[in-house]
Nanobody
Framework: QVQLVESGGGLVQPGGSLRLSCAASGISISMYHMAWFRQAPGKERELVASTSAFGSRNYVDPVKGRFIISRDNAENTLYLQMNSLKPEDTAVYYC??????????WGQGTQVTVSS
């Protein structure tokens, strides 16, 4: 059984930082394209950052220079370091593991709230 379990969310003031983790079981993330998505209230789920099995990384423009996606294949864990957080970063953040469309798995999400 595949499980992706996100953690690390919470309430933070604008300008603060959080580090999200996504612990995987049942799959080896080294074989998967991994990504973080987020969904704000009333909005569609959107891609935030992704990293390929070969290590390349991509970010959407709103988070470039502030967020860093990384993976530890030995620990089978995906991370998202979020710095200089803004109120518009408030959302539920989801981890995704995808294998060229053949299989795709989601975590349950972790809430990030940026507010003073």
């Amino acid at each position: 059984q595949v499980q992706l379990v996100e953690s690390g969310g919470g309430l933070v003031q604008p300008g603060g930082s959080l580090r999200l983790s996504c612990a995987a079981s049942g799959i080896s993330i080294s074989m998967y394209h991994m990504a973080w998505f987020r969904q704000a209230p009333g909005k569609e789920r959107e891609l935030v950052a992704s990293t390929s099995a070969f290590g390349s990384r991509n970010y959407v423009d709103p988070v470039k220079g502030r967020f860093i996606i990384s993976r530890d294949n030995a620990e089978n864990t995906l991370y998202l370091q979020m710095n200089s957080l803004k109120p518009e970063d408030t959302a539920v953040y989801y981890c995704n593991a995808d294998q060229a469309g053949a299989s795709s798995f989601w975590g349950q999400g972790t809430q990030v709230t940026v507010s003073s």
